[in-house]
Each structure stands twice: as structure tokens, then as C-alpha cells.
């Protein structure tokens, strides 16, 4: 799991894709985090990437890093519980500080349910990484 969250964290930017009815949908994020020995995101709860995980919490994550890339796939859960919330901002403080406070009742954290990271190279066998 450490590695995962390593391997998105120097990509800085990975890519969500999510579901709208049929149309998919893709847009960046930048952070992650390990809470309770599962991976986390966050986004704000106005957004419709968050309206689209409520409605279907089948994602894919991918990034890229110096010739590799990541995909993660799953099925991602809300985490209500202030805790999680602190977690996620505790380690992303200054990724997430100017845009969310714990308690401003818009950020909102999702853990993987489950799911499998695969890392790829061009030169490497593929790396599976349960979730």
C-alpha cells in the first residue's frame, strides 16, 4: 500500500475516471493517503465527481512517473468519520489547506473498498499490488 500512495504522490498528478449514466468521465487529482490501512482520496462534496462516486463507486486512478504508470482499479466507499478526514489532511496539508478546512462540511474523503494496483514499465513485468 506504502508504495502506491509513493508512486502517486511523485506523479503529483493522477488521473480519476468515474461514471455519469454510460459517459465516463476523467479529471486530475493530486492527493492520496494510507488511513487505517486503506487508500484514500478526497474531493469536495459539490462537485460532481463526488455525485458520481455516490452513485457508482467503480473508479480507475492512472499517473505516471519517470516511464512507469499505475493503474488502480476498484470500488471506492465515503468515510464520514471526522478522523479520516484530519488523516488525509494531516498528511496533504499543503496540497489541501487552501482549498478545504476538517469541519467546512465540503471535503469528503473515499477509501477502496477493494480493488488492485498494477504497476507497468515498458521494460518490466507488471507489478499487482491488492488493495
Known amino acids: 500500500?506504502?508504495?502506491?500512495?509513493?508512486?502517486?504522490k511523485e506523479a503529483e498528478t493522477?488521473?480519476?475516471?468515474?461514471?455519469?449514466?454510460?459517459?465516463?468521465?476523467?479529471?486530475?487529482?493530486g492527493t492520496a493517503h494510507i488511513f487505517e490501512g486503506k487508500?484514500?482520496?478526497?474531493?469536495?462534496?459539490?462537485?460532481?465527481?463526488y455525485q458520481?462516486?455516490?452513485?457508482?463507486?467503480?473508479?480507475?486512478?492512472?499517473g505516471m512517473h519517470k516511464g512507469t504508470?499505475?493503474?488502480v482499479e476498484g470500488e471506492v466507499k465515503e468515510d464520514t468519520r471526522r478522523e479520516a478526514?484530519?488523516?488525509?489532511?494531516?498528511a496533504n496539508t499543503a496540497a489541501l489547506s487552501s482549498m478545504?478546512?476538517?469541519?467546512?462540511?465540503?471535503?469528503?474523503?473515499?477509501?477502496?473498498?477493494?480493488?488492485?494496483a498494477t504497476i507497468y514499465?515498458?521494460?518490466a513485468e507488471p507489478e499487482v499490488i491488492a488493495l
Open 39 to 49: 487508500l484514500y482520496i478526497v474531493t469536495n462534496n459539490h462537485k460532481k465527481v
Open 69 to 71: 504508470w499505475i493503474r
Open 14 to 29: 493522477y488521473y480519476l475516471a468515474t461514471v455519469e449514466g454510460d459517459q465516463p468521465r476523467v479529471r486530475p487529482f
Open 100 to 116: 478545504y478546512t476538517v469541519d467546512d462540511n465540503l471535503m469528503t474523503v473515499f477509501y477502496f473498498e477493494h480493488g488492485t
Open 85 to 90: 478526514r484530519v488523516a488525509m489532511m494531516d
Open 52 to 62: 458520481q462516486m455516490k452513485a457508482n463507486g467503480k473508479v480507475e486512478i492512472c
Open 1 to 8: 500500500m506504502e508504495e502506491i500512495v509513493k508512486f502517486l
Open 121 to 123: 514499465s515498458f521494460t
